[in-house]
């Protein structure tokens, strides 16, 4: 996710409730800060805010932050029944926007080839997330009464039925499962606060990913990519694979 602040202010027409950076990264890691959308009813009316959390969700309850280390991702099978996520997905629903993501491909032994998923002609991805608030206590990370902002996003099933011969081939080739994107119709009605039924919005989204993915390519990268100290363009330049 390398795009500033500024464009996705514009992309999004969203506001800042304060200052905030975000700062470009090439291979963001779990825990790490990533630009978030969402919606908040403030004075009786509707406000699109964009905000920076914390990638793993720490649900209200948790009593350690490092939890959501293992939220990175809610499978929208089952968001609605999970006690991490069931009471986001109501009311806290929120748009992840990136550039692409990466997969690996299992070789023979430890060997791995990573690949760049990303939408054709330079546009953007936006996934389907969930983000909550946690007030830390004294000891905690962030220090006394510090609220922490963190988000997860939704994954679903690939392929979906009838699509094995475009993207999703190739991506079913590399994992079972793609992160959940939304196209602007869906994600307009994603954010909306007003909105309650989470079923119906996940059944909405999920119909849309054949679509919204169309144009998606994979490309193979380099074995850089594997170190999250590394950092910067070069790393989703397109190589030969190595297997």
């Known amino acids: 996710m390398a795009r500033a602040v500024g464009d996705l202010l514009a992309e999004f027409d969203a506001q ?17 800060p990533v630009p978030i959308v969402l919606e908040r009813l403030i004075d009786g009316g509707t406000v699109r805010q964009l905000h ?5 969700l720490v649900p209200s309850w948790a009593k350690d932050p490092r939890i959501g280390s293992s939220m990175i991702n809610a499978r929208s099978e089952t968001v609605l029944e999970k006690p991490a996520f069931r009471k986001a997905i109501k009311s ?17 032994g430890k060997a791995k080839q990573p690949y ?5 002609e330079g546009r953007g991805l936006v996934f389907a997330g969930l983000y909550e608030w946690w007030k830390g206590p004294s000891k905690a990370e962030g220090g006394p009464g510090r609220w922490m902002l963190s988000t997860s996003f939704l994954t679903t099933d690939t392929p979906p039925p009838g699509s094995e011969s475009t993207v999703f081939g190739k991506l079913t ?22 909105v309650d039924d989470a079923a119906a919005l996940v059944d909405l989204v999920r119909s849309g990913v054949k679509d919204v993915a169309a144009d998606w390519r994979v490309d193979s990268v380099g074995p850089a990519v594997g170190n999250v100290r590394n950092n910067g363009p070069e790393l989703i330049q397109p190589v030969e694979a190595l297997f």
């Open 116 to 120: 760049y998923v990303h939408p054709g």
């Open 92 to 108: 806290r629903r929120c748009a992840v926007p990136a550039d692409g993501y990466y997969e690996w491909k299992q070789g023979t």
């Open 16 to 32: 800042l409730e304060e200052d905030l950076e975000v700062p470009p990264s090439w291979n963001v890691a779990p825990t790490d």
């Open 173 to 194: 080739e590399l994992h079972d499962r793609v992160p959940l994107p939304m196209g602007k119709e869906a994600m307009e009605a994603w954010l909306d606060p007003e």
């Open 52 to 56: 920076v959390a914390r990638w793993g």
